[in-house]
């Protein structure tokens, strides 16, 4: 199939073409022609499918005609709600592309920012407003944002939605909006809590499905480490040797370790940046321009900071650990070999993870290739159940004792913490 034959209206069709996009990806073949009907869709697809254009297209397309019927005010027309700031960014310049040839606006809005731009931005009027959950109600609240003109509304990674607490801010979104619009409903994954959630939003869906969460794409090619959990800084910079990894994104399950992977690669005059959520939106969108543009090497990423990033041909991505959860591990490696291009992930793991890569590649259902001739083999063995107690009992003593001395110098007293911290 071909864009031309979708019926989209002609300046979203040169839009298109101006990036290059030849064919519709799967999702836009299945959603589209759903969408240009005026029917409710439930999406199941991963980040990195092309969904944006999926159901940002459609909802131009039907602007664009609306335009053309009325008086041409501007109105917020399409609401997108999506869970991080960088997602919301980049939905938003997606639009814009799109809309290139075409008067329909857009603008974006989230929280960690002053709002002033923002609400400049909504007085002259915008067709199209991409939100993250806590600004849009903080603005609907101030009264500078109104929902009754919606017709389109998009719900997007919704599962994550949920994962990061969002259930009651999506509801108290829900009340405002007109029972009367399209429904668009998104999630890389489709549990019952998320399955109950589009039955409150959408009506008589229709569903479309591409790259259920269990598969990873043929176009990655998956290899894996073992090594010790001391010989993990050295196995990195061992296989930052290989001077074909120009530009890797590496995660990391936690912000304190992001940002010690990040210390000790500059220590070895490795360009490196981390972000996660304690970096500030500034600090972010800098690390980010920076690694596309290829001026810091290697980018650090926690799996909530890293959800929303597009890196166009981005080859490398490594686990430094190995995800508990093995539905993160397929949406990790999915940031790489997008749209078609091919992807390499390469992951490290410590004895305490062994059990997780047995659950990955179950739910994969193939084997990661071993790399076996390596400096940093791993000896030790996975602590048994005994060993494991104990060790979660002196973690859980050395964190006590870190807050203790913590609230000491503070000059907090034992008995009054909670009350001083408030
Ligand atoms: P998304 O899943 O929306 O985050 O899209 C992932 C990437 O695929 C983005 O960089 C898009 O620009 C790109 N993309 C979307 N649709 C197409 C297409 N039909 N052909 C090639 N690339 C595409």
Known sequence: MKFEDLNLHPTLLKAVKDQNYTHPTAIQEQAIPILLKKNDVLGSAQTGTGKTAAFALPILHHLINERNNNDGKKRIRTLVVTPTRELAIQIAESFTSYSKYNNITNTVIFGGVKQGAQTTTLSN?????????????????????????????????????????????IKKILDKLPKERQSLFFSATMPKNIVELSSQILKFPKQVSVNPVSSTAETIQQFIYYTNKADKKNLLLHILKDKNISQLLLFSRTKHGADRIARNLKKKNIRASAIHGDKSQNQRQKSLKSFKDSEIRVLVATDIAARGIDIDKLSYVLNYDIPNESETYVHRIGRCGRAGETGVSISICEPEENEYVRDIEKLIKQKIQEVQNHPFPQTEKPMNTQQKKEFEKEKQRRKQEFFNNRNKKRGYKKSNNRNNRR
């Open 125 to 169: 009027g915008v067709d199209v407003l991409v939100a993250t959950p806590g600004r849009l109600l903080d603005l609907m609240g101030q009264g500078y944002i109104s929902l009754k003109d919606i017709g389109y509304f998009v719900l997007d990674e919704a599962d994550r939605m949920l994962d990061m607490g969002f259930i009651h801010d």
